[in-house]
């Protein structure tokens, strides 16, 4: 550890500093109290264009995401590269999506997507299914975000929990007391430190490699030497159609994960999402970017810390870098694990107030008591996410993680297709939602994953030979559990209403679904009509 | 009283299907999964997927551009 130093202080002067700004941004752009959901958990929804910038990125490329995906490259080659085309087809399949729902929400004030399913059709029970996969979904995500912590500590040589405990409590601390401003305005500074560090690590690291061409050779002569069948630094005919479904799956379900719609209703006006939709891809070049160092890892014949391949990047810029700079890496990783930790923990606790609390407890609640019953279960969240690392196996998390993938695009029909549509029959989501779930966790369960000698939750790559077909053909198991969960809802909406069971009533009108700022909120419709 | 009538608005534009490109264009490997020709060192499978981010910036930008609501609208 002592060789470390230089590393380890640089690292800890970056957090604090963040960790002060975390505290100082309650005060920020200032509202009269912060004592509603939509100043606490929404930064009073009047982000514009370059916070929400910053915000959205900081939040969908989380640290683990850039420890993860050079670590796949890593491991398994060109597959791991999915997170190129997922990130680039997000941005078109959802720009005309998403402004519908923040006019929306900006008509009725919901703060969820559980509260549009609410209101949209009329089901208490639909919206608190929504709201649990939410909860389910995001959990697992916050506590892999200490993974990436725990990748950059280990390669600094620092060992045991005590660390990660202490940049939990700062981080809970003041999400705490500044709500969605603290991430807000820690996104900057993580966003520049990884920008410089990765602009400095794609054109320092391959020069001193030889050049590109060089890392590519020796990735294909490592690839080539395993008796793996589908690793390679190009795609087989074994694994194209899970590339390109995982790239699709991902994609559609990245905007159904509850942080990520934070983001965007905290946003000022639909022009600033849509302005969003054509710069968020710049963090897609980052991304891609990052995930070469796994390549280049291999090129430098960098050799993992136990098995944990998510230290290969770490320790790629330690035997790159000079000290300091290297510190300054570490840092941008560590920081980058609190932005999205904060915003996926108040996003949890918004579910659990909005539509467990609110709707099943205190149906009266005022903003202030939805506010305190927020920040305190964002504590809970992370203390949960704190213990899930410490008392259970790591891997428990990145199961659960594959798991949140699959269950959360199992909201796609009520949340996603319900911004268009009413035609669905509450019953026939809900319907819709068990087969889907079912579906999707019986067949994580059954992927078994030979290389690490798991015979269950191996991997999303489910193979079509399971279904009788004579193929090694795999596909990504959530797109399948979607198309389950689809037919049936299909079928059990024209069920539901040749029965004549009664539909939920829809609060919602075609116009709110175009609203934009300054137009008038339901609210204030109803004080201008009489009663 | 009677609600004010909403105004007429719409999110509909032959713009948008430009949108289908960059959607379209990943999800297609036999365009991208090949090694020759390289660019800089990097196979084509890399630097034409990592080209596809141009595309898609373009596209959205476009879009945003031509269906941008005037003010008074």
New interface residues.
């Given amino acids: 550890m002592s060789e470390h130093i230089t590393e380890i202080i640089v690292f800890s002067v970056l957090f604090l500093i963040v960790s002060g700004m975390g505290f100082v941004a309650a005060r920020w752009r200032r509202a009269d109290n912060l004592d509603s959901l939509n100043e606490w958990g929404l930064g009073g929804r009047n982000f514009g264009s370059w916070i929400t910038w910053f915000l959205v990125g900081g939040d969908l490329y989380t640290a683990y995401t850039f420890v993860a995906v050079p670590a796949l490259l890593f491991g398994a080659g ?1 597959t791991g ?1 999915f997170a ?2 997922y990130t ?2 997000v ?3 959802v ?2 999506v998403l ?2 729902l923040w006019s929306v929400s900006h008509v009725h004030g919901f703060v969820t997507p559980a509260d549009f399913v609410r209101a949209r059709f009329g089901s208490p029970t639909l919206a608190l299914l929504i709201a649990i996969t939410g909860i389910v979904a995001t959990m697992p995500y916050i506590a892999l975000q200490l993974v990436g912590i725990e990748a950059v500590l280990k390669a600094m040589g620092v060992t045991g929990h005590l660390p990660i405990v202490i940049a939990f409590a700062i981080l809970a601390a003041y999400t705490y007391q500044s709500g969605l401003r603290a991430p807000a305005l820690i996104a900057f500074v993580k966003d520049t430190l990884i920008y410089i560090v990765i602009i400095v690590a794609i054109i320092y690291i ?1 020069a001193r490699l030889g ?6 050779d020796a990735a294909q002569a490592k690839f080539d030497a395993t008796p793996a069948p589908n690793d390679g ?3 087989n005919a074994g694994n ?1 159609l899970q ?2 479904t995982l ?2 799956g991902s994609a559609l379900a990245l905007f159904l994960y509850p942080h990520s719609i934070t983001g965007v209703l905290a946003s000022r006006s ?2 600033v999402i ?2 969003n ?3 968020l ?1 710049a963090y ?2 980052l991304l ?1 970017l990052i995930a ?1 160092l796994g390549y280049m890892a291999i090129a430098a014949g960098v050799q993992p810390i136990g098995k944990d391949n998510n230290t290969i990047v770490p320790l790629l810029f330690d035997q790159m870098f000079p000290d300091w700079f290297t510190g300054v890496a570490y840092a941008a990783i560590g920081i980058g694990a609190l932005v999205p930790a904060a915003i996926m923990s108040i996003a949890a606790a918004n579910l659990f107030t909005r539509n467990i609390y609110r709707e099943y407890l205190k149906p009266d609640a005022t903003d202030a008591q939805e506010a305190r019953v927020s920040k305190l279960v964002s504590l809970v969240v992370k203390v949960g996410a704190v213990l899930c690392i410490l008392f259970l196996d790591l891997q428990f998390a990145i199961d659960l993680q594959l798991i949140g993938g699959v269950v959360i695009l199992q909201t796609l029909p009520a949340v996603g297709l319900g911004l268009y549509t009413r035609w669905f029959h509450r019953g026939g989501l809900v319907a819709g939602w068990v087969a889907g779930m079912g579906a999707g966790v019986v067949m994580l369960y059954n992927i078994p994953n030979p290389a690490t000698g798991k015979e269950h939750f191996g991997g999303s790559a489910f193979s079509l030979g399971n279904l009788g077909l004579d193929t090694t053909v795999t596909v990504y198991a959530g797109l399948l559990a979607l198309i389950v969960n689809l037919v049936v809802a299909v079928v059990a909406t024209v069920i539901c209403r040749r029965a004549g069971m009664s539909d939920g009533p829809d609060a919602t ?1 075609p ?1 709110h679904y ?1 609203a ?1 700022a300054g137009d008038p909120r339901v609210k204030d ?1 109803d004080l ?3 009663h | ?1 009677t ?1 004010s009538p ?2 007429v ?3 509909r534009s032959p713009w ?1 299907w430009l ?5 379209a ?3 297609l ?1 036999f365009l991208f ?3 020759e020709p ?1 660019l ?4 084509l ?2 630097w034409l ?2 080209a ?2 141009a ?3 373009t ?3 476009v ?2 551009r031509m269906t ?2 005037r003010s008074g609208r």
Avoid at chain 1, 211 to 216: E, I
Avoid at chain 2, 19 to 23: A, C, Y
Wanted: positive net charge.
């Fill in positions: 060109a590269f190129v085309p680039v087809i941005y078109p399949l720009f005309l402004i519908r391959p050049g590109f061409g060089a890392v590519f630094i190009l795609l194209q590339y390109v790239a699709l639909r022009n849509k302005r939709m054509s710069a891809p897609s070049l891609g070469l009108r116009d175009l934009d419709l201008a009509a009489p | 009283m609600e909403p105004p608005r719409s999110d948008n949108l289908i490109l960059p959607f264009l990943p999800l490997p999964n090949a090694d390289r800089l060192g990097l196979p499978f890399y997927q990592l596809y981010i595309v898609g910036v596209s959205t930008t879009v945003y941008r609501r």
